[in-house]
């Protein structure tokens, strides 16, 4: 099993910035792909940032060209830049890891990190 902890979130005004962190331990040898998934109040939990196996940063329309993931694998820790944040940015922002398990894989969850844009 990977364990994740996530830092960073807070509230900050529109059109400011927030910068979070995930750091992987456990059994992380096997993992391929981290990423950021974010879950407003009465919404489905989406994803926002990948690092996909090939190493390619991957983001939705959503948060393309303000939003940058990147890692650190010396330390296993993923990045989450955000930048330009609006008030439905706000949200829960959870990381992933996904690892090879068996002949599938198998994803493990941070318990979440609460980002709020307001004024």
């Known amino acids: 099993q990977v364990q994740l902890v996530e830092f960073g979130g807070g509230l900050v005004q529109p059109g400011g910035s927030l910068r979070l962190s995930c750091s992987a331990s456990?059994?992380?040898?096997?993992?391929?792909?981290m990423g950021w998934y974010r879950q407003a109040p009465g919404k489905k939990r989406e994803l926002v940032a990948q690092?996909?196996?090939?190493?390619?940063?991957n983001y939705p329309d959503s948060v393309k060209g303000r939003f940058t993931i990147s890692g650190d694998n010396a330390n296993n820790t993923v990045y989450l830049q955000m930048s330009s944040l609006k008030p439905e940015d706000t949200a829960v922002y959870y990381c992933?890891?996904?690892?090879?398990w068996g002949l599938g894989s198998r994803d493990s969850w941070g318990r979440g990190t609460q980002g709020t844009v307001s004024s």
């Open positions: 992933m890891a996904r690892q090879r």
């Open positions: 456990g059994s992380i040898a096997s993992l391929y792909s």
């Open positions: 690092i996909t196996e090939e190493g390619r940063p």
